[in-house]
């Protein structure tokens, strides 16, 4: 821990870094607090020592804070920051923050540009290597690029962008306000099963028993049990047990996480009280709501 007074310049200069950007001279940072250039050099020196200030020569250097400055004080004053991760080559970069995401000629598809303002060593990051930032906390952004630019003294990272996607704020039970669930029980026929999904154009339902999810039932799954002539007629015979589920009160993004990692194109919605099956949202739902 730092004392008080470390915490006070400290302070001083994130405050005037996040309106300005760019190194910082100590006589800003003195008329800030009201102390003295001399004071606030030779705090300097003790902060950049411990790791907490980075110093920048020349005419136009200065001080600029780092990570370890912003953990100081954000874990004191920040109680909703989430880290924004960022990935190289599809391994992740520890020690980075994301402060800002800035697109450029997002007009034009070949020239898009976009910089990344960071918190941390930039160094980490390399030139003509592929770059994946996000998603962001609230609107799920997902920046994807090829870097080929990087101001250390500014802590901006350029990429020329491959893809940009944002996934709706939206709730999962947002998706089935108009849903009607169609569902079966163990028993339903399988040739009932295929008339009722193709009759609702829709690929999949849950099999429901004592009003809980016990199971799900695609097109798919019938196909299959048709072609490999499998001797099942019921939808408890074909059915994927244990089928993926998720929070009617989850975040739409959730559901893309959920997905992913298991390796699904749907998932059951279900109340998080009963179990009882509520609808379904598929990865192509939620393409369509994003293309709207």
Same mark, same amino acid.
């Given at each position: 821990?730092?004392?008080?007074?470390?915490?006070?310049?400290?302070?001083?200069?994130?405050?005037?870094?996040?309106?300005?950007?760019?190194? @910082?001279?100590?006589?800003?940072?003195?008329?800030?607090?009201?102390?003295?250039?001399?004071? @606030?050099? %030779?705090?300097?020196?003790?902060?950049?020592?411990?790791?907490?200030? !980075?110093?920048?020569?020349?005419?136009?250097?200065?001080?600029?804070?780092?990570?370890?400055?912003?953990?100081?004080?954000?874990?004191?004053?920040? /109680?909703?920051?989430?880290?924004? *991760?960022?990935?190289?080559?599809? /391994?992740? $970069?520890?020690?980075?923050?994301?402060?800002?995401? @800035?697109?450029?000629?997002?007009?034009?598809?070949?020239? &898009?540009? &976009?910089?990344?303002?960071?918190?941390?060593?930039?160094?980490?990051?390399? !030139?003509?290597?592929?770059?994946?930032?996000? *998603?962001?906390?609230? %609107?799920?952004?997902?920046?994807?690029?090829?870097?080929?630019?990087? +101001? !250390?003294?500014?802590?901006?990272?350029?990429?020329?962008?491959?893809?940009?996607?944002?996934?709706?704020?939206?709730? $999962? &039970?947002?998706?089935?306000?108009?849903?009607?669930?169609?569902?079966?029980? *163990?028993?339903?026929?399988?040739?009932?099963?295929? /008339?009722?999904?193709?009759?609702?154009?829709?690929?999949?339902?849950? $099999?429901?028993?004592?009003?809980?999810?016990?199971?799900?039932?695609?097109?798919?799954?019938?196909?299959?049990?048709?072609?490999?002539?499998?001797?099942? %007629?019921?939808?408890?015979? @074909?059915?994927?047990?244990? *089928?993926?589920?998720?929070?009617?009160?989850?975040?739409?993004?959730?559901?893309?996480?959920?997905?992913?990692? %298991?390796?699904?194109?749907?998932? $059951?919605?279900?109340?998080? +009280?009963?179990?009882?099956?509520?609808?379904?949202?598929?990865?192509?739902?939620?393409?369509?709501?994003?293309?709207?």
């Amino acid at each position: 821990m730092i004392s008080r007074v470390y915490k006070e310049i400290l302070g001083g200069l994130i405050t005037i870094h996040e309106k300005k950007r760019g190194s @910082i001279k100590g006589e800003e940072i003195a008329a800030l607090l009201d102390k003295t250039a001399g004071t @606030i050099r %030779n705090q300097m020196q003790t902060l950049r020592a411990l790791g907490y200030v !980075d110093g920048i020569p020349g005419p136009k250097g200065g001080y600029l804070p780092t990570l370890k400055a912003y953990e100081v004080l954000r874990f004191e004053h920040s /109680e909703y920051f989430i880290e924004v *991760p960022v990935y190289q080559n599809n /391994e992740r $970069v520890e020690g980075l923050i994301v402060q800002q995401i @800035i697109f450029s000629n997002v007009s034009d598809p070949k020239a &898009c540009r &976009c910089t990344i303002k960071i918190l941390g060593d930039t160094f980490k990051i390399h !030139d003509g290597n592929m770059l994946k930032v996000g *998603p962001t906390p609230i %609107n799920k952004i997902m920046v994807v690029g090829k870097v080929i630019g990087r +101001n !250390d003294a500014d802590k901006e990272i350029l990429l020329a962008t491959k893809s940009i996607t944002s996934v709706p704020r939206y709730k $999962v &039970c947002d998706m089935i306000v108009n849903q009607r669930l169609v569902s079966f029980n *163990p028993d339903t026929a399988l040739s009932e099963c295929e /008339e009722t999904l193709i009759r609702n154009k829709i690929d999949a339902a849950p $099999v429901v028993e004592n009003g809980k999810i016990i199971g799900i039932v695609s097109l798919r799954d019938i196909v299959c049990a048709t072609v490999e002539k499998k001797a099942v %007629n019921t939808a408890s015979g @074909i059915m994927e047990t244990y *089928p993926v589920t998720i929070s009617a009160n989850a975040q739409l993004a959730d559901a893309v996480t959920i997905m992913k990692k %298991n390796k699904v194109k749907r998932v $059951v919605i279900v109340d998080s +009280n009963t179990y009882e099956p509520k609808g379904i949202v598929s990865m192509t739902d939620i393409i369509n709501l994003m293309l709207e």
